[in-house]
């Protein structure tokens, strides 16, 4: 079958099938479990930053070591491949650990939730690296291909894109912080449709040997040659650059979604901020889809960059529009279209999968390895990313305590309240919401002028490594 001139194989389906189990674990578990935490079990702010502090260490230090054994080890080369049997038991183990957050482990306020805290943070973190990486350098080891990669992706993001949306609806609908009885019930369904969906690819996803390139090299390289080559890979390093970015970015949206559209939007109702979250979920998902065909007929490089500089542009009208005192009226239905536009413009980071296999492509011939190492490079790109994971949550949550927002009852501020601690909190979400995607890009585009991987040099890459 073929949609938008691009092959639905069986393969295709079934690689899906984790994408919907990766999606769906991950972004549950972003969009509620700091909400949860904050402002249900209110986690002591001393346990938050020891949490913080730990998790910032942990956090890359896992992905790199992780990602070395894996693409280092032999097992598994022949038959199975060196990625299906880790999302075989690596799969059902997240799903286990999905379930621990919804459970307090003592009275709110207490050490016992900041050690929970803690613990789901680096579980959660620990299992979605072993996880993440396996699926995407699944992408790279399926096909040395880049129709077939195209394919594999494209088809993943409409499946996962169909099959997430109704979760996230229902799981913000029946999110209530005094009774998380019905939540939880969402959270049982969710974990049995993850473990089904890993099964499947498990089942019907098959790896194929990666592209012989004759080396001089006996043996495989040491890690610490291997750092060091990677330090020499301008390209990889500006791209793990503008993506710290990104993720710091997405991850701020993605972990503070929830709390912003409750104090910005309070007015708009529950439904109203369900649908608004849902189709903020949406939006990158189906913008993505003609960028993921357009990165195989036209230059990523250009793609990226549009998207850095669409980001920005929405930014600034949103800030001159809602500042406007005329316009105040009107501010709440701004506020709420540009949430879904600077979501939608995140759009771009869909092609990290593609773009990053071109990096590894680049790799295999600039140092003519035998095979890729494609997880490795996974592992390097978390090994800088993943610190915006623990900035985003730092700043955004320091912000938030400073106004007040687990003690003026923030549920439901509005611009026009006359409370001065409600019109702080007010406004400090809203920059909060706009001041990081204004500065984001503008760094993005200065580091993406030393983005060298396109045109004649990424046409010579590929013919060398098919």
Same mark, same amino acid.
């Given at each position: 079958m073929i949609i938008a001139g691009v092959p639905i194989t069986k393969q295709a389906l079934a690689f899906s099938c984790a994408s919907i189990s990766n999606t769906l674990l991950t972004d549950i578990f972003n969009l509620f479990h700091l909400d949860l935490f904050l402002s249900v079990y209110l986690v002591p702010s001393s346990w938050f930053y020891v949490a913080q502090a730990i998790f910032v260490v942990w956090n890359p230090l896992n992905d790199v070591l992780y990602g070395w054994l894996s693409d280092s080890s032999r097992l598994g080369t022949e038959g199975a491949g060196r990625r299906i049997p880790t999302l075989r038991w690596g799969g059902p183990l997240w799903c286990l650990v999905m379930l621990l957050p919804w459970f307090?482990?003592? +009275?709110p306020g207490s050490w016992l939730i900041g050690l929970q805290y803690l613990i789901v943070l680096c579980l959660f973190d620990l299992i979605f690296t072993v996880i993440a990486m396996a699926h995407g350098a699944l992408i790279t080891d399926a096909s040395n291909k880049e129709s077939e990669r195209v394919s594999l992706y494209w088809t993943a993001t409409v499946v996962r894109m169909i099959a997430v949306? +109704?979760?996230?609806?229902l799981a913000y609908y029946v999110w209530d912080k005094h009774d998380l009885h019905y939540f939880k019930l969402v959270i049982y369904l969710l974990c049995v449709v993850a473990c089904v969906g890993f099964f499947v690819t498990c089942a019907y996803v098959k790896e194929v040997p990666t592209a012989k390139i004759e080396s001089e090299e006996k043996s495989d390289v040491g890690l610490l040659k291997f750092g060091l080559q990677l330090l020499k890979h301008r390209n990889l390093l500006v791209f793990v650059s503008v993506n710290f970015l990104q993720e710091f970015q997405q991850y701020f949206l993605s972990q503070f979604s929830v709390i912003l559209l409750q104090v910005l939007l309070g007015g708009l109702g529950t439904s109203t901020r369900a649908t608004l979250l849902t189709l903020s979920l949406l939006m990158p998902k189906l913008f993505s889809l003609p960028l993921i065909l357009l990165n195989s007929r036209c230059?990523?490089?250009?793609?990226?960059?549009a998207g850095f500089y669409a980001k920005l542009v929405i930014t600034l009208l949103a800030i001159a529009i809602s500042c406007a005192t005329p316009l105040e009226n009107i501010r709440p239905y701004v506020i709420a279209?540009?949430?879904l536009l600077v979501n939608g413009a995140n759009a771009i980071y869909h092609l990290f999968p593609l773009t990053m296999g071109d990096l590894i492509d680049e790799d295999q011939v600039m140092f003519q390895r035998r095979h890729s190492m494609a997880t490795s490079f996974w592992a390097f790109n978390a090994l800088v990313t993943k610190p915006g994971y623990t900035l985003a949550s730092v700043i955004g949550s320091k912000v938030l305590w400073l106004y007040g927002y687990t003690t003026t009852g923030a549920d439901q501020p509005a611009p026009n309240d006359s409370t001065e601690?409600?019109?702080g909190l007010y406004w400090a979400c809203f920059w909060l919401l706009t001041v990081i995607p204004l500065v984001s890009p503008l760094l993005q585009l200065v580091m993406w002028r030393w983005y060298r991987l396109h045109s004649t040099r990424l046409q010579h890459v590929k013919q060398e490594i098919l």
């Open positions: 307090p482990w003592g +009275p949306l +109704p979760f996230t609806q230059s990523s490089f250009t793609l990226w960059r279209v540009y949430f601690a409600n019109q």
